[in-house]
């Protein structure tokens, strides 16, 4: 596949997220969690193929600072989601392809994820689709 899978998720965020359990998988927040349902339905309904959650993505490896005996962690955005949609289905192409998704459910726009969202474009030609799910 063209994305890796990684994990890793907190009782609860600085933006006081709730973490949610559905169907044995934890997700951060119950945004996150309702957007991973929309998902699964796309999927299962051929729209959308290789559905992934909390994939890893190094934007910067590690280094070892001058006078340190140690690397120093390297810089990584962790997507939401991934997948691979037919080339028409949001962006308008006629080519019957699949294209890959790096997906972020958002609720705020931190002043890092403005930098790693930036770098995910620079560096990696990656743009990040930011989506909320439908409410109700």
Not at 80 to 96: L, N
Request: proline letters at 4%.
């Amino acid at each position: 596949g063209k994305f890796g899978a990684a994990s890793g998720s907190g009782s609860r965020s600085k933006f006081q997220n709730v973490q949610t359990t559905v169907d044995g998988i934890k997700f951060p927040s119950q945004m996150e969690a309702r957007r991973h349902s929309e998902l699964l339905l796309l999927e299962r309904a051929g729209e959308i193929r290789s559905l992934k959650l909390q994939v890893r993505f190094e934007l910067l490896p590690p280094v070892r600072l001058k006078g340190s005996k140690r690397l120093s962690t390297g810089v990584d955005y962790v997507a939401d989601f991934t997948y691979e949609e037919r080339a028409g289905r949001i962006r308008r192409h006629t080519d019957p392809e699949w294209m890959p998704v790096v997906e972020d459910c958002k609720g705020a726009h931190t002043d890092v994820y403005k930098l790693k969202r930036h770098m995910m474009k620079a560096l990696l030609g990656l743009d990040i689709l930011e989506t909320q799910p439908r409410k109700g």
